[in-house]
């Protein structure tokens, strides 16, 4: 059976793909980094047990580690893990924030899968790496408005931020590496949200932050248009198709856009409608983003910085996103694996149900 080195493990989806993994009885190598005040294997079991409560943990190993640190960082014991049989590298570790500076989504996202990297090559010398699966973002296609194919990467697009930024440059350290001979997959998942089936998420960041003001009854003004495509998926959809990739020998060298596609992307508009629904707050009122940016943010800004200055200081990253998005192709996907993305509004009542009920993660709910 496949061993498997998995980095970022306890992030939203890295933790649903352990438990899977764990759920397979596979053995799994995670890396977490060291923190003065946790145990690292305590702090795993938790992330495990807070995730999927009767996953079996004995095939799981725990090594400390850092993405940005020659061979990720690992000690001699994990090192001695690597070398008792053929490993699948799953990186997954990077820093998701829209708004931390360059140079650290340099470090951590580029830097990390450059080490990720360096690992999987010793193992392909060696004989023993079954192949490296990339995690990466749908959203390394920027400010692009068209439909975008798998087989995309650098078209000359313009990344919105420095997340989009460091994503792309990752992808293409890793398409440098397939060039060499590496064997390569890169998973592209849009936004996730929680389990479509409790609604469940281990974080609240992205789509959930501009929620949690209109729900705390914050802010119901949206610098962005209304018939705005977005493309959301939950972590279950994206960790069980992730999964199937997984067995599939074809999916070596490919791209794969785990997204709702052009089929059951939805809308602005229509996300806000269901979250009015279960907030039970007033209509939104939208602004065009372009109108905001032009006219109005020179004299609006200093004012919310007074009366909102949390709207005012991270609001602004949002903003490209409720002004337009690309449309992602699932060619690839649907043609290796039949799982296919429940539709946004057949589950997203229960993604911002759950979200409220945690008052979006400050409150522990029960798997």
């Known amino acids: 059976m496949t061993r ?36 690292p294997v305590a702090r795993l079991t938790e992330v495990v047990r807070q995730t ?53 989504m340099l470090e951590q996202n580029v830097g990390g899968t450059k080490q990720a990297l360096s690992v999987a090559r010793a193992l392909a010398e060696q004989g023993r790496l079954v192949r490296f699966d990339h995690v990466s973002t749908a959203y390394v296609a920027g400010d692009r408005e068209d439909v975008v194919s798998e087989d995309d990467v650098d078209v000359g697009q313009t990344p919105r931020n420095a997340y989009e930024r460091t994503k792309l440059m990752s992808e293409v350290e890793v398409g440098a590496a397939k060039a060499e001979g590496l064997p390569v997959t890169v998973h592209r998942p849009s936004i996730i949200v929680g389990d479509s089936r409790t609604g469940r998420a281990s974080s609240f960041k992205v789509l959930y932050w501009p929620m949690k003001v209109y729900a705390r009854g914050r802010f119901r003004t949206l610098f962005g248009r209304p018939d705005c495509l977005v493309d959301v998926v939950p972590v ?70 007074l009366v909102r200055p949390d709207v005012a200081r991270r609001g602004g990253v949002f903003l490209p996103y409720l002004r337009s998005n690309p449309t992602f192709s699932t060619a690839n996907t649907e043609s290796l694996i039949e799982l296919r993305p429940p539709k946004v509004a057949d589950y997203f009542d229960r993604i911002m149900r759950y979200a409220q009920e945690s008052d979006f993660g400050r409150v522990r709910l029960l798997p």
């Open 236 to 305: 279950d959809y994206v960790a069980d198709a992730m999964m199937a990739l997984f067995d599939r020998e074809e999916a070596v060298g490919r791209t794969f856009h785990l997204a709702a596609g052009p089929e059951r992307q939805s809308t602005i508009a229509e996300l806000v409608v269901i979250a009015r629904e279960v907030f039970e707050r007033k209509p939104v009122r939208y602004i065009d983003p372009d109108l905001y940016m032009k006219w109005l943010r020179p004299v609006l800004k200093p004012l919310l910085m």
């Open 4 to 39: 498997y080195l998995l980095t970022g493990a306890t992030g939203f989806l890295g933790r649903e793909l352990l438990v899977r993994l764990l759920e397979r009885r596979a053995d799994v190598l995670v890396t977490t980094r060291p923190r003065n005040d946790t145990d």
């Open 52 to 104: 999927a409560p009767d996953a079996p943990l004995n095939t799981m190993t725990v090594a400390l580690g850092d993405v940005t640190q020659d061979g990720l960082g690992l000690d001699a014991d994990a090192r001695a893990w690597l070398d008792a049989g053929p490993v699948q590298v799953v990186h997954g570790a990077a820093e998701v924030r829209f708004d931390l500076p360059f140079a650290h």
